[in-house]
């Protein structure tokens, strides 16, 4: 299943870096097969994923490299579709090309806090466990990867809960640089109700500063 997975990604994405619309505007096409190509290689992540971590619970260098190669080729895919999206010349095939080349560079990048992590696990769709996902790669392994740009993520603008049951837990948004809680239910469902909400741990929550709470 991951071969046929594979397959079908790298038909999709050499059918775009092939630069099939060199002339008209042809944002509407490109962008579904953006969305094609996304959806698959999310799928190949996910099995990849699977497949090898249930092998001996342990995962080998070479299967590390896979893993990290998927990640890679589906942010880069879920960047391209974002562009499309926008109106510019992203869309047209020389900066395709660029953009699905880069994807299958493996490249370190460190996280610059917990509160980038969560974040970063949030914008893939993961839940609220990054731990989940995480993978103990050799020291070696890592050396051999070129080294990156931090990941320097926040929550401003999006409003957070600190993670677990415990009771009368305070909603808070997240604004230049400041908590402000949410004074009641109604004030919840104004900003968007509990779907907007993300679970965070509290070391997140009480790095912020009081705010002026929301009415």
Not at 20 to 45: K, N, T, W
Not at 97 to 115: G, I, K, Q, S
């Amino acid at each position: 299943m991951i071969a046929k997975k594979l397959f079908i990604a790298s038909a999709v994405a050499l059918s775009l870096a092939a630069g099939l619309f060199p002339a008209a505007d042809q944002r509407q096409a490109i962008f579904s097969l953006g969305v094609e190509l996304d959806r698959e290689a999310e799928s190949l992540a996910r099995e990849s994923f699977d497949h090898f971590s249930g092998r001996d619970a342990t995962i080998s260098d070479e299967e590390q490299a896979v893993l990290f190669r998927s990640e890679a080729f589906l942010s880069a895919c879920r960047l391209f579709v974002r562009l499309t999206e926008e109106r510019s010349d992203y869309f047209r095939s020389g900066y395709l090309r660029t953009n699905l080349c880069n994807a299958f560079l493996n490249v370190r990048r460190a996280f610059r806090d917990l509160e980038s992590l969560y974040r970063y696990n949030y914008d893939r769709k993961r839940g609220k466990d990054p731990c989940a996902y995480l993978v103990q790669v050799a020291p070696a392994t890592l050396n051999k990867m070129p080294e990156g740009d931090m990941v320097d993520l926040s929550f401003d603008g999006r409003l957070i809960i600190e993670l677990g049951n415990r009771p009368n837990r305070g909603v808070y948004l997240i604004e230049n640089g400041k908590k402000r809680g949410l004074t009641s239910p109604q004030v919840l469902q104004r900003l968007g109700g509990w779907s907007k909400v993300f679970e965070v741990p509290v070391e997140i929550i009480e790095k912020y500063p009081e705010g002026e709470p929301i009415n």
